[in-house]
Each structure stands twice: as structure tokens, then as C-alpha cells.
């Protein structure tokens, strides 16, 4: 054992390498048993650790990884968010994650009070409960393809405000001379009004420099550059990284930070490409922060705690979801709404941990305190992901029970519900600006049909889009943009893809484009365009409603307009003699 450990700490990478063998293991196990791979990434994280098998010593580069998917997750998040969406959302996600915090840390004092806690403690460990995981919640979320959803969307949006309270709590922390790291800093840093003041100006002067990119150049740069898809995803995760940077720079998070760059670039034609294109980088990335969060579980502070954390973890794990549903409701919201979205917050944070780190090095609390608030986080979070892995069968069985957080009209919601239909009511959606994917649109519109084109040429996208024309840049062969299409209203889906001459292989769009409609749960009629006859048969066994042949059908619709005009010219002759 000592020559396997000796082997694998001899190189980064070859802890690198026991690393992923080890999450592709457990991974594996996790999934023969039904369990969510967030689950088995912690555990990894823990068996990686110094309880374990203390594989990680190279924490630094884990960490420089772990930070670099969360860049890329928040960024991802951003694309999905845009000024007007912030404008509908802004009120109930300011109010109902301001409010949450409020009553959780309140509550939690008193709880913390009744458990024995002195008071400096109970403060702390109350804090500490009111922040929930942005990474992990908008993880899960991705995976049930509900960051759209609106429960998603206001999710999101007070999970933003949670993590504006947890800089300006650490700032206040940093104050009494620690750093966000739990080093003591040195003395000169002003006091924590002065340091507020300044990140408030520094955020407001980064969030004016984002908006002036995303009205003058965002759209304009981002085409040039999406002519080479390559650069396209080099550039996107190289603006993530810097925004990042600028924002922890400044004094607020990197998850600010990245989330800035992705709304930055959420009004471009080209995000659903970004999104489906850097979703599995994400995922792999996101590896690497739960390992870092597994591996800094101390299971040796933990067993003496296993009483008040049980305390602790069903206040979260219950109260929180109440807390949110029961403003949710009283907003105007319906009770699935609030239920869903409240179920987000049922688990503490990884800032939990570090603010309560950094009372350990102030000498404000104990480190038993420290593991008190990490078995709870233990305990939270493998839980939560359950309760929002299986929230739809969890809330038919609590619905009735849910009724009284439900006002008789939830106003708030069904005005939302007018103005989605309205923006998303789209009839048909067509894959292909081509030469016949561009004149079936004239067709289209002289039908007056609400369609939406799909094409990946940024210029065709770019001139479709500047006609005033509903369009999305994106890949019909990417099973992930496939699952962002909005699908809702959607009747028919037709493909007037250009193809080669080889014929269908497994790797064509058109199949992809299928399998992957079908996958996500669509409903309607699909329409594909092939040259080939012999096709015919495989794209209908595939699922294909209609298969348009185009050469073929303009020639019979040539020689029915010949035929047409020589009867009505009294010409009999090319009919005779058109059989």
C-alpha cells in the first residue's frame, strides 16, 4: 500500500490519474445503485481526503480546476440569463432570498440557543445555514434540463442574492483582520464600511462596463469569432475565466464574476451553441470541485456532533423549502412553484464552511463548532439532491398539504405564464437557412406560420436576425442544443438540411436530430428533406412524419403546373402525353 501511495504521489499526474480511475469507479457503482452522480462525486471527495485514502495532495491544482468549472458553471448560467428576464425576476428573487436568509438566521439562532450553543456560536452557525450552493443547486438543475423553468429561473435568481450576502458577511469578518482564506491579514485595510463602499462601486462600475459591451460589441464580436467554432469555445471560457477573475479581483466572487460574463453574451444569437458546446467541459471540471469539497471533510471532528447536526439538518432540509414557499405564495405564486424553487435551498453551502472557518481563526468559535456545520453540510447535501433529483414525485405526495402556502389567485404566476406564451409560441421550428430552407421560410411566412429558424452559419444567422426574424444559432447534431430548444408549443420540427451524396451514416444530423427530439420528450411531427429515395424508408422507421424529397417534389409540382396551364389553354397534347 505504502508503494502504491509513494506511486501515485511521485507525480501531479499521476494523482491526477488515480483521481478520475477512482470517480469512474465509485461513479459506476453509484449509477449500477440508482444514485445521483453528484452523490458519488462527493464520495469520492471524501474517500480522495485525509479521513481515507488521502490520495489528494496536490491541492492547489485541484483547487485551480475546481475553480475553473465553477467559472465556466456560473458562466453557463449567465447565457440563460438576459436583462429582461432580470427585470421580471428581480423583485420576487431580491424578496424571497433576502427574506429566506432573514427567518433561516433568525430561527436558527434560537435553535442554536436551545441546543446549548453560547451566543457568539449560535450567531454563527445560524449564518452559516442561510447559504445555500449555487454551484451544486444549478448543477442539478442543468442535469433536469429546469434552468429555464421558472422555478429554475427564480431559484437563480435568489441564490445570486445569497451569495451577495456571503461577500458582504465574509467582508464583515475581514474586517476583524481575516482574509477569505481564513489568513489573518495585515492591518491598513480600512474599516468594513469602507471596504462595502468600495465593492459596491467596483460592482456597479463592472456591471456598467458589461452592459456598454453587451450594446456596442458582444453581438458584433461574437460572430466574427463563432466562424470557427474552436475559437468560438476558446473565447468563451477564456471571457469566463477573465471575468472571473476581475470579480474576485474586486473583492466579490468569482461565481459573480462569471455569471457577469455569461449575461455579457446572453443576447448573442450564438449562446445555445456556447451552452451545449461547454456543457461536458463543465461537467468534467465540477469533478474536480467535489473532490475539493469532499476532501476537506474532517470525519475525525464529526461523531461527537451527530445530535444538534440532526437538529441543524432537518431545520434546513425542512424549513428552508417552507420559508421560501411560504413568500413565494404570499408573492403570488403557485404552491409547485414555491415548493419547487424552495427545495433548492435545502442545504447548507461550501461558503458555510469557509465563514465558519474563518470565526475558527478569529478565536470566535470552536473547532468543534467547525464540524458541526460540516456534518450538516454532509448530511444536507447528499440529502437535497434527492429531494430535487425526485422534487415532482416528492410534491404530488405533499400537494394537499402544500394548499395553504397558495393564495386563491396566484396572480404573479399566471402573468408570466401570458407573456411566456407569448414569446415562446413558436409553431414550427425549422433546421436549415439553405437554399430550400430559405424558401420554405418565404412560403412560411406568406402562410403566416410562427416558426423559428435554426441554422450554424453565424452570418446566414446574423442576416436572418437583422430581417427581424425569430432565429437561434446552433447544431441539429448536438444532443444538447437539441434539449434548449423550446419545444412547448411546437407542432412540427422540419429539417431542410443540406446533405451529402453518401447517404445516411449513423453520425448525420437528421438522426440525431430525431433521436434526440424524442429523447427530450417531443411530441409533434418531425418533416426531413432528403435527395436520396432510398432513404425514404429508414428516416420513417426512425420516427419521421413526412419525408420531403425535394428535386423530386418540384418536379412533380413543375409537371402539374405545365399540365395546369395546358388545360386551361385548351391544349390537350402535353397532357395526353404526360403519363
Known amino acids: 500500500m505504502s508503494a502504491l501511495s509513494d506511486w501515485i504521489h511521485a507525480s501531479p499526474f499521476y494523482e491526477l490519474t488515480a483521481l478520475l480511475t477512482l470517480a469512474a469507479l465509485v461513479g459506476f457503482v453509484g449509477l449500477l445503485l440508482r444514485q445521483p452522480m453528484i452523490v458519488s462525486f462527493i464520495a469520492v471527495g471524501v474517500l480522495a481526503g485525509p479521513s481515507a485514502l488521502a490520495i489528494v495532495q496536490s491541492h492547489e491544482n485541484i483547487q485551480l480546476l475546481a475553480e475553473l468549472g465553477i467559472a465556466v458553471l456560473l ?49 454563527y452557525v445560524a449564518v452559516a445555514l442561510t447559504f445555500s450552493s449555487t454551484i451544486i443547486i444549478v448543477k442539478l438543475l442543468s442535469d433536469k434540463k429546469e434552468v ?26 475581514s474586517a476583524f483582520g481575516v482574509g477569505a482564506e481564513g489568513e489573518i491579514r495585515e492591518s491598513g485595510d480600512g474599516s468594513a464600511l469602507e471596504q462595502i463602499a468600495w465593492v459596491v462601486f467596483y460592482g456597479f462600475v463592472m456591471l456598467g462596463l458589461v452592459l456598454l459591451f453587451i450594446r456596442y460589441v458582444a453581438t458584433a464580436l461574437v460572430s466574427r469569432i463563432a466562424r470557427s467554432p474552436e475559437l468560438l469555445i476558446t473565447f468563451a471560457i477564456g471571457w469566463a475565466a477573465l471575468l472571473a477573475a476581475i470579480g474576485s479581483q474586486l473583492g466579490f466572487s468569482k461565481e459573480l464574476g462569471g455569471l457577469l460574463a455569461g449575461i455579457s453574451l446572453a443576447s448573442t444569437p450564438f449562446r445555445e451553441a456556447i451552452v451545449a458546446r461547454l456543457s461536458s467541459l463543465r461537467d468534467f471540471l465540477l469533478l474536480f470541485f467535489f473532490i475539493a469539497l469532499g476532501s476537506q471533510l474532517d470525519l475525525g471532528l464529526l461523531g461527537a456532533q451527530l445530535a444538534p447536526a440532526v437538529v441543524f439538518s432537518l431545520f434546513v432540509l425542512i424549513g428552508n423549502p417552507l420559508i ?49 456545520v460540516t456534518l450538516v453540510g454532509l448530511i444536507t447535501i447528499s440529502m437535497s439532491v434527492y429531494m430535487i433529483t425526485y ?14 402556502f397558495e393564495r386563491k389567485t396566484p396572480f404573479r404566476e399566471e402573468n408570466f405564464e401570458q407573456e411566456q406564451v407569448a414569446e415562446e ?22 402562410e403566416g406560420i410562427n416558426f423559428l429558424a435554426v441554422d450554424f452559419n453565424p452570418d446566414e444567422v446574423r442576416r436572418w436576425r437583422d430581417q427581424g426574424h425569430p432565429v437561434m444559432f446552433g447544431d441539429a447534431s448536438d444532443p444538447n442544443f437539441i434539449a434548449s430548444l423550446p419545444l412547448n408549443n411546437v407542432k412540427w420540427v422540419v429539417s431542410a ?19 434526440g427530439l424524442k429523447q427530450h420528450g417531443y411530441r409533434g411531427k418531425i ?20 419525408i420531403l424529397l425535394p428535386f423530386y ?21 402535353l397532357s395526353n402525353h404526360s403519363g
Do not use: C, W
Not at 429555464?148 to 465574509?170: E, K, N, P, T, Y
Not at 432528403?530 to 413526412?546: I, M, P, V, W, Y
Open 527 to 546: 418533416a426531413i428533406s432528403t435527395q436520396q429515395l432510398h432513404d425514404h424508408e429508414l428516416l420513417r422507421n426512425k420516427g419521421a412524419s413526412l
Open 391 to 404: 422534487s415532482h414525485s416528492l410534491y404530488s405526495r405533499l400537494e394537499k398539504l402544500l394548499s395553504v
Open 324 to 372: 421560501v414557499v411560504a413568500i413565494m405564495g404570499f408573492m403570488g405564486y403557485r404552491k409547485r412553484t414555491g415548493f419547487l424553487a424552495g427545495l433548492t435551498v435545502a442545504q447548507i453551502s461550501e461558503f458555510s464552511l469557509i465563514f465558519m472557518a474563518m470565526g475558527l481563526t478569529l478565536g470566535h468559535v470552536s473547532a468543534e463548532s467547525l464540524g458541526l
Open 148 to 173: 429555464d423553468s421558472l422555478h429554475g429561473r427564480i431559484a437563480i435568481g435568489f441564490l445570486i442574492v445569497q451569495d451577495l450576502v456571503v461577500v458582504l458577511a465574509m467582508m464583515v469578518l
Open 75 to 123: 458562466f453557463l448560467v449567465g447565457l440563460k440569463l438576459d436583462l429582461k428576464l432580470i427585470r421580471t425576476l428581480g423583485l420576487v428573487a431580491l424578496a424571497t432570498g433576502l427574506g429566506q436568509v432573514t427567518f433561516t438566521s433568525v430561527i436558527g439562532f434560537f435553535i442554536g440557543l436551545g441546543l446549548g450553543l453560547d451566543v457568539t456560536t449560535a450567531v
Open 425 to 446: 409560441g413558436h409553431e414550427l421550428i425549422l433546421f436549415g437557412l439553405g437554399r430550400y430552407g430559405k424558401a420554405m421560410a418565404h412560403y412560411m411566412h406568406q
Open 497 to 515: 438540411m443540406p446533405q451529402h451524396d453518401i447517404g445516411l451514416t449513423h453520425e448525420d444530423p437528421r438522426l440525431t436530430l430525431i433521436d
Open 553 to 573: 417534389d418540384a418536379a412533380e409540382q413543375a409537371v402539374a403546373k405545365m399540365k395546369a396551364v395546358s388545360i386551361s389553354a385548351g391544349h390537350s397534347q
